[in-house]
């Protein structure tokens, strides 16, 4: 479809128009709902609330991949106060979770409770465990992520009841107790999905990508960003507007339009996406937020400069050809920037920022749902590689050319699942069905520099794509439910198969990137040594879509010596023990329950409420301690 546009002579706008300052931003409150209210009466039919419809094939001009400057690749790390213990997929941004360290303690979320377990002594000891929630609720919620900064302990969770994003924070001291603190609550939608996370800290800032469904009939007022604090009084008791604590943390000069989107009446303005920034380190929690207009189908990624929003069907074209709109909303609070793109991606690690080039690479498909709840598990249609400058991000105006967009082949049945991710100066990806069990898969190798595709043929399905030092690692099972795991060099020569290694009658336990761990040994920089973990279940019995709601029943490690995969044994769950924790919220493992722990020279292995030390000696690890710190009904605080 590109290429037929440009023939028309339906050419982008010149670059120059679209380095424009950046978006336009709303003069008042009465301005936005006037606005909202025109479009309304424009189309009184009410916005679709189910899946969007199909995009259009996409079909790409052909082009060079334009050459950038140098990078190291991207590991697991954090500049926030605490060292990451999980994968993250930028070195400098931490993302919500299960599971962090702080000090000498663990600290873990686990059903709607934190629990602190010692370990800077050489033992385990559980230390203090506390409710997820406010004092004086009932637990109504979903606490599904966990950051730490300084000695404080944030707790993310959604409320249907209150409507809204939770946020509460804790006090943790040196000796590993806990204290809760204050709570606060977000005007958001549901945030949960099954591939991204809510939240990101760097430093002390709390970063938040949240949805918030627009009433164009309603006060404005009451449906702009706002936050509130909780007061232990029961906030069901408020009524009407001014009456629910809220204070508002955008005013309509903080809330965006492209002008494209502004001058088309066709155009779904049916969502508000905002970006919230609290300082973590303030007594009371300060926020602040960004938000722009647009359709419900988003997907978004955080770097350690903006936030990328990239909103499917947002300006419609004939024959159902919708353009997207990729908006960039930068941390430090400068006005956001858009520009005009076709397809989607497929989760956020199709994204990745080249901040040496000033460019941000994209991985396209003509057919991609957002990331709310299980889209990004279905995709379809041609892939691309699109490349654009950070400069082309101004009014919206600008349409990224058909000689951004780099073809990228696929195998055979690859409208399912789709796994992508950036690794150094490589773009590695697969397509095929869900949930692999085929006897192999097609594997592509894109050098971000130029050059030819490597097409490279894994002799087992791929349903996870990750990095070992400077190689890549797929994994996924065969036709005998065989885990396999298998290395993709990418130094040295032209990518190749490495190593692969078998793990017999097992299936990956847990779907969440964090799950997975590789630690390079000590004097191996480059990761050609090191200890990887993963969680599996040998239940096999199990539906497949078992491991994203947390079906790990052990954690195998792989050892890789000189780049040779081996097997190194497994950390178990004795789930024969489990005794009833008397949980009151949160108990769907919607995030997973468990994950490796690589500290120092130390391994762990995080399954529910057993934390089992391991110890790795001649390629081959062995259970050294268990802890079991799940509460009783008698020992809820």
Same mark, same amino acid.
């Given at each position: 479809?590109?290429?037929?546009?440009?023939?028309?002579?339906?050419?982008?706008?010149?670059?120059? /128009?679209? $380095?424009?300052?950046?978006?336009?931003?709303?003069?008042?409150?009465?301005?936005?709902?006037?606005?909202?209210?025109?479009?309304?009466?424009?189309?009184?039919?009410?916005?679709?609330?189910?899946?969007?419809?199909?995009?259009?094939?996409?079909?790409? #001009?052909?082009?060079?991949?334009?050459?950038?400057?140098? !990078? #190291?690749?991207?590991?697991?790390?954090?500049?926030? =106060?605490?060292?990451?213990?999980?994968?993250?997929?930028? %070195?400098?941004?931490?993302?919500?979770?299960?599971?962090?360290?702080?000090?000498?303690?663990?600290?873990?979320?686990?059903?709607?409770?934190?629990?602190?377990?010692?370990?800077?002594?050489?033992?385990?000891?559980?230390?203090?465990?506390?409710?997820?929630?406010?004092?004086?609720?009932? *637990?109504?919620?979903?606490?599904?992520?966990?950051?730490?900064?300084?000695?404080?302990?944030?707790?993310?969770?959604?409320?249907?009841?209150?409507?809204?994003?939770?946020?509460?924070?804790?006090?943790?001291?040196?000796?590993?107790?806990?204290?809760?603190?204050?709570?606060?609550?977000?005007?958001?939608?549901?945030?949960?999905?099954?591939?991204?996370?809510? =939240?990101?800290?760097?430093?002390?800032?709390?970063?938040?990508?949240?949805?918030?469904?627009? +009433?164009?009939?309603?006060?404005?007022?009451?449906?702009?960003?706002?936050?509130?604090?909780?007061?232990?009084?029961?906030?069901?008791?408020?009524?009407?507007?001014?009456?629910?604590?809220?204070?508002?943390?955008?005013?309509?000069?903080?809330?965006?339009?492209?002008?494209?989107?502004?001058?088309?009446?066709?155009?779904?303005?049916?969502?508000?996406?905002?970006?919230?920034?609290?300082?973590?380190? @303030?007594?009371?929690?300060?926020?602040?937020?960004?938000?722009?207009?647009?359709?419900?189908?988003?997907?978004?990624?955080?770097?350690?400069?903006?936030?990328?929003?990239?909103?499917? !069907?947002?300006?419609?074209?004939?024959?159902?050809?919708?353009?997207?709109?990729?908006?960039?909303?930068?941390?430090?609070?400068?006005?956001?920037?858009?520009?005009? %793109?076709?397809?989607?991606?497929?989760?956020?690690? =199709?994204?990745?920022?080249?901040? #040496?080039?000033?460019?941000?690479?994209?991985?396209?498909?003509?057919?991609?749902?957002?990331?709310?709840?299980?889209?990004?598990?279905?995709?379809?249609?041609?892939?691309?590689?699109?490349?654009?400058?950070?400069?082309?991000?101004?009014?919206?105006?600008?349409?990224?050319?058909?000689?951004?967009?780099?073809?990228?082949?696929?195998?055979? $049945?690859?409208?399912?699942?789709?796994?992508?991710?950036?690794?150094?100066?490589?773009?590695?990806?697969?397509?095929?069905?869900?949930?692999?069990?085929?006897?192999?898969?097609?594997?592509?190798?894109?050098?971000?520099?130029?050059?030819?595709?490597?097409?490279?043929?894994?002799?087992?399905?791929?349903?996870?794509?990750?990095?070992?030092?400077?190689?890549?690692?797929?994994?996924?099972?065969?036709?005998?439910?065989?885990?396999?795991?298998?290395?993709?060099?990418? @130094?040295?020569?032209?990518?190749?198969?490495?190593?692969?290694?078998?793990?017999?009658?097992?299936?990956?336990?847990?779907?969440?990137? /964090?799950?997975?761990?590789?630690?390079?040994?000590?004097?191996?920089?480059?990761? #050609?040594?090191?200890?990887?973990?993963?969680?599996?279940?040998?239940?096999?019995?199990?539906?497949?879509?078992?491991?994203?709601?947390?079906?790990?029943?052990?954690?195998?490690?792989?050892?890789?010596?000189?780049?040779?995969?081996?097997?190194?044994?497994?950390?178990?769950?004795?789930?024969?023990?489990?005794?009833?924790?008397?949980?009151?919220?949160?108990?769907? +493992?919607?995030?997973?329950?468990?994950?490796?722990?690589?500290?120092?020279?130390?391994?762990?292995?995080?399954?529910?409420? !057993?934390?089992?030390? *391991?110890?790795?000696?001649?390629?081959?690890?062995?259970?050294?301690?268990?802890?079991?710190?799940?509460?009783?009904?008698?020992?809820?605080?």
């Amino acid at each position: 479809m590109l290429a037929a546009l440009i023939c028309a002579g339906a050419l982008p706008v010149p670059q120059a /128009q679209a $380095q424009t300052a950046g978006l336009r931003a709303f003069t008042s409150d009465q301005e936005l709902a006037t606005f909202l209210k025109r479009r309304a009466r424009q189309h009184p039919a009410p916005m679709p609330a189910d899946l969007p419809p199909p995009a259009p094939t996409m079909v790409m #001009a052909p082009s060079s991949a334009p050459g950038a400057a140098n !990078e #190291a690749v991207v590991v697991t790390g954090t500049r926030a =106060s605490s060292p990451s213990i999980t994968n993250t997929q930028e %070195a400098d941004v931490d993302e919500g979770g299960i599971v962090k360290v702080h000090g000498n303690h663990l600290v873990v979320l686990r059903r709607g409770r934190l629990f602190t377990v010692r370990i800077g002594d050489g033992t385990m000891r559980a230390v203090d465990h506390v409710d997820a929630f406010p004092p004086g609720t009932n *637990g109504d919620a979903w606490y599904d992520e966990m950051l730490v900064s300084g000695d404080r302990v944030i707790v993310v969770g959604y409320s249907y009841e209150r409507g809204g994003t939770e946020i509460n924070r804790f006090r943790i001291d040196a000796a590993g107790r806990l204290r809760y603190e204050d709570s606060y609550h977000l005007r958001s939608n549901d945030y949960y999905s099954s591939s991204n996370y809510a =939240s990101r800290l760097i430093g002390s800032q709390l970063i938040f990508y949240t949805p918030l469904d627009l +009433d164009p009939y309603a006060p404005i007022v009451a449906q702009l960003p706002a936050l509130r604090r909780w007061t232990g009084k029961d906030l069901d008791r408020y009524a009407g507007l001014g009456k629910d604590g809220f204070q508002r943390i955008t005013p309509a000069t903080r809330v965006y339009v492209p002008e494209p989107i502004r001058r088309n009446s066709e155009a779904d303005i049916s969502t508000l996406h905002t970006v919230t920034v609290c300082d973590l380190a @303030a007594p009371r929690l300060s926020c602040r937020a960004t938000a722009v207009l647009g359709s419900d189908s988003s997907n978004f990624y955080v770097s350690g400069n903006a936030v990328y929003v990239w909103i499917g !069907e947002a300006l419609p074209g004939g024959k159902g050809h919708d353009r997207a709109m990729l908006y960039r909303m930068p941390l430090d609070g400068s006005r956001p920037g858009a520009l005009q %793109a076709w397809g989607g991606p497929v989760d956020q690690f =199709s994204f990745r920022e080249d901040r #040496a080039a000033r460019a941000l690479d994209v991985v396209v498909r003509a057919e991609s749902r957002g990331d709310w709840m299980w889209r990004p598990e279905v995709s379809s249609g041609d892939a691309a590689l699109l490349r654009l400058p950070l400069s082309a991000f101004g009014n919206g105006a600008y349409l990224a050319p058909g000689r951004a967009y780099r073809p990228l082949p696929l195998g055979k $049945q690859p409208d399912w699942s789709f796994h992508n991710r950036f690794m150094g100066r490589h773009l590695v990806y697969s397509a095929g069905r869900f949930a692999g069990e085929q006897n192999e898969a097609a594997v592509f190798v894109v050098p971000l520099d130029g050059g030819l595709i490597g097409r490279i043929r894994a002799p087992h399905g791929v349903d996870r794509i990750d990095i070992i030092g400077n190689d890549a690692v797929v994994i996924g099972n065969d036709a005998k439910d065989r885990l396999g795991f298998s290395s993709i060099e990418l @130094a040295g020569g032209p990518p190749r198969l490495g190593d692969t290694s078998f793990l017999p009658a097992a299936r990956e336990g847990e779907r969440r990137s /964090q799950a997975f761990f590789y630690r390079p040994d000590p004097g191996s920089p480059n990761g #050609a040594s090191g200890t990887l973990g993963l969680p599996v279940t040998r239940d096999l019995g199990k539906s497949p879509a078992a491991r994203f709601l947390g079906s790990g029943s052990a954690v195998a490690f792989l050892r890789r010596d000189a780049r040779r995969l081996a097997p190194a044994g497994e950390l178990a769950a004795h789930a024969e023990t489990a005794r009833d924790d008397d949980c009151k919220a949160s108990c769907v +493992d919607w995030y997973g329950n468990a994950r490796p722990i690589f500290l120092g020279d130390r391994v762990f292995a995080l399954m529910g409420y !057993e934390l089992v030390e *391991g110890k790795l000696s001649n390629g081959r690890i062995r259970e050294y301690a268990r802890l079991d710190f799940a509460p009783t009904a008698t020992a809820r605080k």
